[in-house]
């Protein structure tokens, strides 16, 4: 599993492989990192991850709360079935500011977006 | 001879046949008359000269048979029937004489006569006097003999220059022979010393040869090898420039003297021990109360020695009040039987509780046996003390006595108060806890119904029911094996034919059950069944549980979670499993995943 955040020029989180209990702080570092990077919000690509778990949900919805504090958007990437229908428990997608994309372009406009 | 080797001992001389004195002077009559009447009647056949000899001869013969008074009657009666017989003129009773040869025959009488009697009885006195002597020298012996062979002892008579010794019987018996050996000398008894004791003779021989007198006591060796004592006591001869040249003296066996010393000395050291490692005291004091010999217990306990008893009135220090001790001296000489518990001062200034008994000794010595009684003293006293409180409390408690019937009295009416309130209080528990069964099984009702019936809250034997024999299982010990156990499940489930578009779900439902397991208990254990039909996943764990009145918020409300986390793992179970079975209590938590290996995605 890795955890990548990257400026192009959007910040992005990018996730590769499972995302579960064991390994949920890096997952949560990462995304902390990506909030200070970027107050007003950021990208979470998830189109790599084959596995994520009610913690790596919960770790997403922390973030998510912090750039809702600056009016921000977090714009998740999801390429796994799987993965939107656990998103879907939770009902990410409905919340105000997160947005959810099939491809990691939608989400930077819908990043740019939020900025402007 | 005394110390002749095998010379025999006379055992006595029968006495000596002597006649009365008095017997000696008809004899010197009739030996006077017999040797005239022979003279006479001979004369005229046999003219004899020197008529005087034949009475110089009977008067010899009076003189050494009879002694000075029969002799002196024979010279006296001889020289008037010499004279009346043979000197002329014939037939005249005192003694006369014609011519100067007759006077000459008369003087020669006389003279004769009185000489040969003088010596005769000077013979006779010392011939009496050897006799004398010799007996005494036999009763001498004799009484030697006696006392040697009363003793028990052995002689023996050394001649130093020739190492030779001439012994009696009992000498070699002692040394261990039987049989009198043919040898004997200093060189040949000292082969039959103990080596270690044969120093001690030549001291001895040493010392002997300055001082004359030998004396040693010794071991020897038997010929049987058994050793025994011996004492040798003797004297030394000298010749005449001083050299010793002879030792006489005698031997005794000493074995059962010695056996008896070592045993008396024996008995005496185990008294010496006995006296001073009892526990008890003992005193020995003389009828003056003036000299005291203590114990060791009596030292060591009360601190007196025999040097501050010899010092000074030792009755003062131990009993210093005046009239005590004067009871005590009186009780001392008294020696009445029994024991008398005394105060006695010790040498620091404490009183200690004696129990004394007295016991007369011989002489005018008594011994005192003493038994230190203070601890007994002591128990006494404080029986008495413990006594006299039971006494008090006795009266105290028929004091109270009274009290307490009272106070039973109200005690019976506040139990029985008590006893109603714990009865009323035992009912409302019983209430609570039926209120709260009905509440559980409300909310058990609730949550099936709310989950369409696909959450079902129940016992631990239920879902063992219906699980049965596992065909897989894993241990959780850690998050790192969340995802051994799913990929494992997930590779089981592909094996079995849950459908493969449904797989990640399922994944996700077996990740959540497990996921459950490490956050609330740490551990957990994992196990895969198959039914008719479905496959069942049971993670177990040892955690908290899930309070009953909880179960509605856990199941229910969206993000809830007793661990403060998000709340959404039974939320994914409910929603990716066919069926979810939960048991829990304080014990631990059992859910039960059942997943229908023929069912469709679910979208």
Redesign the interface.
Known sequence: MSFQVTEDPQVAVHAEG?I???NVGEFALALDEAVRKSPKGFIVDLSDTT?I???G??AI?VAYGKVRNNNGRIALVLG???IR??LG???LHVLPGMSVSEDVDSARRAVASEAE | MLFGSTAAVDHGRPPSRQLPAWVGYPVAVALEVVVTAILLLIQPYLPLGGYPVYYFLTTMVVAYYFGAGPAILAIVLGLFVYDYFFVPPLRTVFPSAETPVAWAGVVAYIVGTITVAVATVLIRRSKHRAERTADRLRDSEERVRVAVEAADLGTWDLDLVNDVAVRSPRHDEIWGYSEPQPEWGLEIAMQNVLPEDRPLIREAYERGIETGVLSHENRIVWPDGSIHWIAANGRFQYDSEGRPVRVVGVVADITERKKAEEAVLSQAELLLAIIDNIPVYIVIWDGQLKQFQFNEAFRRDMGWTEADAAEGDFMEKVYPDPEYRRQVEEYMQSLQPGFRDLKTTTRDGREVDVAWANVQLTGDRSIGIGINISDRKKAEEERAARAREVQDANEQLAASNEELAVTNEELEVTTEELRQEVEERNKTEAALREEQAHKLDFYRRTIEAATDGKLIVTERPEIEKLTGPPIASWEVLDSGDLKTVRHGFEATARSVGIDQSRLGQVVVAVGEAVTNAVKHARTGEASLHRTDGSLMLTVSDRGPGIPALALPDVALRPRFSTAGTLGMGYKMMIRFADRVYLATDDEGTVVALEFHISDQVRS
């Open positions: 499972e579960d209990l064991s596995y778990d009610s913690a949900v919960q919805l796994n079935e799987n229908l656990v428990v939770a009902n």
